[in-house]
């Protein structure tokens, strides 16, 4: 009996996965027309008054689900790249799920690859924010604490 539950729970899991990027895909394609209307989400935008590394990266995927590559980009260079990760890390899970066992492949290196490109990113981003005329004035002007007192 113990057999069978496990054998259901593995196809639950293995369902879901397969599930989850098309979900994913369906609802970046949807939001599309409207990611332009919405507030800023980022609370460290929000709070500090500027960008973190993923700024921009719920609109270039919305654009990227349209076949907008150029859009896409525009807000967010390393979309394209993102969206090869979260394959990569479905096709590992998937994996998992089907057989009962870790694939045999070295997370720590793409993780730790992924992250270093992000923190790479994030330099040059905020080094061009910063360096910008609106990034400082930002800075002081567009946070929690300049709204609260205006």
């Known amino acids: 009996m113990a057999e069978i539950s496990e054998t259901r729970k593995r196809g639950r899991n293995l369902l879901l996965l397969a599930l989850a990027p098309p979900t994913f895909f369906a609802v970046c394609f949807a939001y ?4 332009h209307d919405g507030p800023v989400l980022c609370p460290t935008r929000w709070i500090a008054g500027f960008p973190c590394p993923g700024c921009g990266i719920t609109r270039a ?8 590559v ?10 394209p790249l993102v969206v090869g990760y979260l394959v990569a890390l479905w096709i590992y899970y998937l994996r998992f799920a089907r057989r009962g066992t870790p694939p045999a492949w070295n997370t ?6 992924a992250l270093f490109l992000m923190a790479a990113f994030y330099g040059g981003r905020l080094t061009m924010f910063f360096s910008s005329p609106r990034g400082w004035a930002a800075l002081w002007n567009e946070n929690v604490v300049a709204r609260f007192f205006s």
Do not use: N
């Open 32 to 35: 599309r027309p409207y990611v």
């Open 61 to 68: 995927l919305c654009h990227l689900s349209h076949g907008e």
């Open 70 to 79: 150029e859009e896409s980009l525009r807000f967010h260079p390393l979309a």
């Open 108 to 113: 720590h290196r793409i993780a730790g690859a």
